[in-house]
């Protein structure tokens, strides 16, 4: 009796723990949805307070952006798993360099990716709104990096 009684205590806990973290899990990802929201937010309002857009330009900026923001994440996304997944550790100089050269043709993709969408960006802006967005861009760059050094 006494082993079956403990049996169901066993089973129990592990089901209240996972519970939790199941709940706390769920909790952290909303939080983290929530603060990513309020970042995308800020940049939005960075950028169209720095560029003036019309609502005509407005119109026809903001899909472009957004699908060019998207592309740029998902280069910078790939680099970043070469270079923290694969670890130089253990591998051969030529697994390395392999690496690298992955890192190498995804900077080029990047560089590739910014002159396709620069020229997109100025057909709905102009030349100087383009540099605004730069400008922008670094801006808030620069101030997520402070907010994070705060915490």
């Not at 909790?27 to 603060?35: F, I, K, L, V």
Request: charged share 30%.
């Amino acid at each position: 009796m006494n082993l079956q009684l403990i049996k169901k205590l066993k089973y129990g806990l592990s089901f209240t723990l996972l519970l939790f973290l199941s709940v706390n899990a769920a909790q952290a990802q909303r939080r983290s949805e929530e603060e990513m929201k309020k970042i995308q937010d800020s940049k939005v309002a960075i950028i169209t307070n720095r560029l003036n857009l019309t609502s005509e330009q407005s119109a026809g900026f903001w899909p472009v952006y957004n699908e060019y923001s998207q592309k740029r994440r998902e280069i910078h996304r790939a680099q970043r798993r070469i270079i923290n997944d694969k670890k130089a550790e253990g591998k051969t100089d030529e697994q390395v360099l392999g690496n690298l050269k992955e890192v190498q043709e995804l900077r080029q993709k990047e560089l590739d990716l910014d002159k396709e969408y620069q020229s997109r960006f100025l057909k709905v802006i102009s030349a100087n709104q383009v540099i605004e967005l730069y400008k922008a861009e670094k801006a808030f760059n620069d101030m997520l990096l402070q907010r994070l050094k705060q915490q």
